[in-house]
Nanobody
Framework: QVQLVESGGGLVQPGGSLRLSCATS????????MSWYRQAPGNQRDLVAT???????DYADSVKGRFTISRDNDQNTVGLQMNSLKAEDTAIYYC?????????WGKGTQVIVSS
């Protein structure tokens, strides 16, 4: 059973930073790509950032220049460094991975940006 476990969420003031981490139970190189999604109350789940197996990355326009996705093949983790956080970044953040034509989701970690 493939598992993805997020950590690192919390409460932060506007302008602050947080780093999320997603630990996988399988070798991360076995995933075609890994992504972070987020879902605010009453909203749909939106794609935030993706990192491909070859290291290429892509970001939603709303987070470009502020968020950075990374992958640690030795630790089998995917990180999301979030800087210059805004109130509108408040959401539950989910880790997603696609492997062997199957999609996997973590249970999410809450991020609240508030003064």
């Amino acid at each position: 059973q493939v598992q993805l476990v997020e950590s690192g969420g919390g409460l932060v003031q506007p302008g602050g930073s947080l780093r999320l981490s997603c630990a996988t139970s399988e070798e991360i190189e076995s995933f075609y790509h890994m992504s972070w999604y987020r879902q605010a109350p009453g909203n749909q789940r939106d794609l935030v950032a993706t990192i491909m197996a070859d290291g290429r990355t892509d970001y939603a326009d709303s987070v470009k220049g502020r968020f950075t996705i990374s992958r640690d093949n030795d630790q089998n983790t995917v990180g999301l460094q979030m800087n210059s956080l805004k109130a509108e970044d408040t959401a539950i953040y989910y880790c997603y991975g696609r492997r062997s034509a199957t999609s996997y989701w973590g249970k999410g970690t809450q991020v609240i940006v508030s003064s």
